[in-house]
T-cell receptor, first 114, second 115 residues
Framework: AQSVTQLDSHVSVSEGTPVLLRCNYS??????LFWYVQHPNKGLQLLLK??????LVKGINGFEAEFKKSETSFHLTKPSAHMSDAAEYFC????????????FGRGTSLIVHP | GAGVSQSPSNKVTEKGKDVELRCDPI?????LYWYRQRLGQGLEFLIY????????KSGLPSDRFSAERTGESVSTLTIQRTQQEDSAVYLC?????????????FGSGTRLTVV
């Protein structure tokens, strides 16, 4: 079985300050992990993914995430927030050898203040 | 096509009516997934297709929900005798093959409102 927990339902930052969105996972097998972003009234867009290669993954729009097996975490970061980053962010886990059905976290709403 | 296409984009229906939601995956994508997203919540898995078979339909919330897929193409999600709690955005995703290496491409969803 697999699950993912997004520790914050809302994160509020000022424009130009760092962003940290936290995600912890639980998996019986080697996980693959993703971050998706959903802007208001838009579809889900893949930000980045980890599939057992490099543990530090770089994605689009300056986001990156680090896979830490010892902490079962896959936190999403960005050095400097932009107003356009305001959106809902979802952490997703699938497992190798399983049914590969992506399991979504409940989402974190990122609010960016000017 | 270039992306995953869902129709209709919006649907308002009266309680008790049946509705049919359509998903056109990316051409060549063998895996197809349906999710439900209630207001302010995460995505709830409904059903997964590999080709036209459904190895996992464990997420369907009741026997009012059913889905089918024609070959490796269009899928339809049918909700019979709709209830107000069925109001949500229904999202479809497709993938070249089961497994995380190929990623998942999502459609823009169908917003269903049951009045």
């Amino acid at each position: 079985a697999q699950s993912v927990t997004q520790l914050d339902s809302h994160v509020s930052v000022s424009e130009g300050t760092p962003v940290l969105l936290r995600c912890n996972y639980s998996s019986s097998y080697s996980p693959s992990l993703f971050w998706y972003v959903q802007h208001p009234n838009k579809g889900l867009q893949l930000l980045l993914k980890y599939t057992s290669a490099a543990t530090l993954v770089k994605g689009i729009n300056g986001f990156e995430a680090e896979f830490k097996k010892s902490e079962t975490s896959f936190h999403l970061t960005k050095p400097s927030a932009h107003m356009s980053d305001a959106a809902e962010y979802f952490c997703v886990v699938t497992i190798s050898g399983g049914s590969y059905i992506p399991t979504f976290g409940r989402g974190t709403s990122l609010i960016v203040h000017p | 096509g270039a992306g995953v296409s869902q129709s209709p984009s919006n649907k308002v229906t009266e309680k008790g009516k049946d509705v049919e939601l359509r998903c056109d995956p990316i051409s060549g994508h063998t895996a197809l997934y349906w999710y439900r997203q209630r207001l302010g919540q995460g995505l709830e898995f409904l059903i997964y297709f590999q080709g036209n078979s459904a190895p996992d339909k464990s997420g369907l919330p009741s026997d009012r929900f059913s889905a089918e897929r024609t070959g490796e193409s269009v899928s339809t999600l049918t909700i019979q005798r709709t209830q107000q709690e069925d109001s949500a955005v229904y999202l479809c995703a497709s993938s070249f093959s089961p497994g995380p290496n190929y990623g998942y491409t999502f459609g823009s969803g169908t917003r269903l409102t049951v009045v």
